[in-house]
Nanobody, 122 residues
Framework: QVQLVESGGGLVQAGASLRLSCAAS????????MGWFRQAPDKEREFVAA????????VYADSVKGRFTISRVHAKNTVFLQMNSLKPEDTAVYYC???????????????WGQGTQVTVSS
């Protein structure tokens, strides 16, 4: 059983940056592909970014490509989402997810965190 805890959310102005963290425990971080998803009010949860267990492969949603970067540090059992040039439409609850099989853009991950709120004001 893997537990995921997100942190780093907050309220920022458009154009600012934030770095989200996802700390994994209860399992071996390096065995899991990791993903970030987000859900805005009255919208469905959507894929943001994912990284393979080795860290060698990453994939991004078109809406964040070039602005967000996903990375992981196995020694710290932590995955990061660096978010630059934030826009009001990035406002959402951001969730970290883990899957023991493969990196995916779908929401079919086995483990999920509780989420961290990101609010971008215009």
């Amino acid at each position: 059983q893997v537990q995921l805890v997100e942190s780093g959310g907050g309220l920022v102005q458009a154009g600012a940056s934030l770095r989200l963290s996802c700390a994994a425990s209860g399992g071996t971080d390096s065995s899991y592909a990791m993903g970030w998803f987000r859900q805005a009010p009255d919208k469905e949860r959507e894929f943001v970014a994912a990284i393979s267990w080795s860290g060698a492969s990453t994939v991004y949603a078109d809406s964040v490509k070039g602005r967000f970067t996903i990375s992981r540090v196995h020694a710290k059992n932590t995955v990061f989402l660096q978010m630059n040039s934030l826009k009001p439409e990035d406002t959402a609850v951001y969730y970290c997810a883990a899957d023991p099989v493969r990196m995916s853009t779908s929401s079919k991950y086995d483990y999920w965190g509780q989420g961290t709120q990101v609010t971008v004001s215009s």
